[in-house]
């Protein structure tokens, strides 16, 4: 027997991710042309959202996303609940790839390691859950700033004090920022050494349907396995990983 559902909340959802596309405010009227709503519900379901703390009245007629959702955002990726998830997902990347997989959330200015697999082979890197790494010499690090919003990533920029890591590591604002917006473009972010000479990684974005950034998943190892050939490879899988990561923290209709 089909799993009958409640409409009435189904088009609750179906209003909030209105303002998941790059839209700040909804009014009745989007309600209404959008979602095929008469104005009187429109204006119901609105003023219930606005109730429950899901919307705020941004002026009159139109509201924002209320922070009870940021409240609810922020419990569903608590730290240990998000490596839960994203775990699996790490140990068939390393499983197919054959190298360490790790994921990692943004947290003033570093990445946390949230999840990690390592690889079986006889030369490994150890990375630890809860592992900080500075953002602007790591794979990881250069994805997330490529996402969190230009004011933030300002004030992390103009604070930031270069410590060359290696030879390799970027020590010029000029520089970073260039390589900050061509992995924001590509879809993926390298670290050739720049933090520990030796070592290569690559990282990808896992995106909510909305396009905001919730976690990262690389894949790293020792330089001389890494080849041009092992990084494609590397590419599209975390990219199907990342993919399938989104479909277990949001489900199917979010990331269609």
């Known amino acids: 027997m089909a799993t009958q559902l409640n409409n009435s909340v189904s088009k609750a959802f179906d209003i909030l991710r209105l303002l998941g596309r790059g839209r700040e405010v909804v009014s009745a009227a989007d309600v209404v042309a959008e979602l095929g709503m008469n104005a009187v519900t429109a204006h119901r379901f609105l003023k219930t959202l606005e109730a429950e703390g899901a919307l705020v009245q941004a002026a009159k007629g139109s509201y924002r996303l209320g922070y009870m959702l940021v409240d609810l955002g922020?419990?569903?990726?608590?730290?240990?609940?998000?490596?839960?998830?994203?775990?699996?997902?790490?140990?068939?990347?390393?499983?197919?790839?054959?190298?360490?997989?790790?994921?990692?959330?943004?947290?003033?200015?570093?990445?946390?390691?949230?999840?990690?697999?390592?690889?079986?082979?006889?030369?490994?890197?150890?990375?630890?859950?809860?592992?900080?790494?500075?953002?602007?010499?790591?794979?990881?690090?250069?994805?997330?700033?490529?996402?969190?919003?230009?004011?933030?990533?300002?004030?992390?920029?103009?604070?930031?004090?270069?410590?060359?890591?290696?030879?390799?590591?970027?020590?010029?604002?000029?520089?970073?920022?260039?390589?900050?917006?061509?992995?924001?473009?590509?879809?993926?972010?390298?670290?050739?050494?720049?933090?520990?000479e030796g070592i290569t990684a690559i990282a990808v974005p896992v995106l909510t349907h909305g396009g905001r950034m919730v976690a990262s998943l690389s894949m790293f190892g020792p330089t001389s396995r890494i080849d041009r050939e092992t990084l494609d490879a590397a590419i599209d899988r975390l990219k199907a990983a990342a993919a399938e990561a989104a479909l277990v923290l949001y489900g199917k209709g979010l990331t269609e």
């Not at 140990?91 to 999840?115: F, H, K, P, W």
């Open 74 to 196: 922020d419990r569903a990726l608590e730290q240990d609940r998000l490596g839960q998830l994203l775990q699996p997902l790490l140990e068939d990347v390393t499983r197919n790839l054959r190298e360490a997989s790790m994921a990692t959330i943004y947290q003033a200015g570093m990445v946390v390691c949230v999840a990690r697999a390592r690889s079986q082979r006889s030369l490994s890197v150890d990375i630890r859950v809860g592992d900080k790494l500075e953002a602007y010499c790591t794979a990881h690090g250069k994805m997330w700033l490529a996402h969190i919003s230009a004011r933030e990533r300002e004030k992390y920029l103009s604070s930031l004090r270069f410590t060359a890591m290696t030879g390799r590591t970027i020590t010029s604002r000029d520089m970073l920022e260039e390589e900050i917006e061509l992995s924001r473009k590509r879809g993926f972010s390298y670290n050739l050494g720049e933090r520990e």
